[in-house]
């Protein structure tokens, strides 16, 4: 078993990479397009969190500390290959982690999601086996979290009337640059792109929090509203692997519909990626997202927790 060093910005080697995402792919059955994105995001996590990836042959943990709560750990993956499934090898995984953590100076160890780079909420319900493992290491079930999922296919993302409406407002609508790490649309484009992102970044920094700031800045796409050059609101998706979220709207500028048309933008991105469906992770306000597209609320969640002794 290799174990990553439990550093800040620690890298899977290659080999220990290709053959995590391998398993993941095989195990993860309900997430199997997007497992090695997972992966491959969890061992790129914000700078300065601790985390580490136990690897196997036929299995993986990923595990890191709370940025937020100093005696929080997270169990934030753990995939076993079919073909090892029923031998204990998830059992000794989960320990090994626990291990780590505690070594850490964690005091719980939770399997729920670390914002702001995490793979689910919690165990999807539809996962009844890590659900089992979970229970019988004496995790305690404390809450549940849910998503909900668009229909690309079907929904309306029209926004040709409402940016309209807007722009008579005084309020623009835009895509912002890429994140880092990605190339800019065009060899001539400037790094006022980069700077673009960087400053609806630190709006949502300044509005919500440096996790949801985070999320801004590394999504696959990032769309805002501003008037007289000052951001408004903003939406992002693909910062968790092709799922949309988060988003927001300052307080003063609510009211004005802006949600609504960043969602639907950030909705439309997605379908011209190629995906069917959308995934609205973690949510909170169920109407807006039913009446803005229609989606309906699908994945369930339990986030469970056990103390370390």
Request: glycine share 12%.
């Amino acid at each position: 078993m290799t174990r990553v060093p439990g550093v800040g910005g620690a890298d899977l080697e290659r080999a220990d990479l290709e053959r995590a995402v391998e398993v993941a792919e095989a195990a993860l059955t309900l997430d199997a397009a997007e497992a090695g994105a997972l992966v491959r995001r969890l061992a790129t996590p914000p700078a300065g969190r601790r985390w580490t990836a136990l690897v196997d042959e036929g299995g993986v943990v990923m595990a890191s500390m709370s940025g937020k709560d100093p005696g929080g750990g997270h169990i934030d993956l753990l995939a076993v290959h079919p073909r090892e499934q029923g031998r204990g090898l998830g059992r000794r995984l989960v320990r090994a982690a626990e291990e780590w953590l505690r070594e850490q100076g964690a005091t719980q160890a939770r399997f729920a999601g670390n914002p702001p780079c995490y793979a689910w909420p919690g165990i999807d319900v539809r996962y009844t086996a890590a659900a089992c493992l979970a229970e019988s290491l004496g995790y305690e079930r404390h809450h549940v979290a849910w998503n909900m999922t668009a229909d690309l296919t079907s929904a309306d993302l029209s926004t040709d009337g409402e940016v309209a409406r807007l722009a008579a407002q005084g309020v623009a609508v835009r895509a912002a640059g890429p994140a880092p790490g990605e190339a800019l649309a065009t060899p001539t484009a400037s790094a006022g792109a980069r700077a673009d992102r960087e400053r609806v970044a630190a709006f949502v920094a300044e509005h919500w929090n440096e996790r949801w700031a985070w999320e801004a800045a590394n999504a696959s796409g990032l769309h805002y509203a501003e008037r007289d050059g000052e951001p408004l609101a903003f939406a992002a998706w693909g910062a968790r692997p092709a799922w949309f979220g988060p988003m927001g709207t300052a307080p003063a500028a609510r009211g004005l519909g802006l949600g609504r048309v960043l969602l639907r933008r950030c909705l439309a991105d997605l379908r011209a990626a190629g995906y069917g469906s959308a995934q609205i992770g973690w949510v909170g306000p169920l109407r807006f997202y039913s009446r803005a597209v229609g989606a309906r609320a699908e994945r369930v969640f339990w986030l469970y927790r056990r103390d370390l002794a």
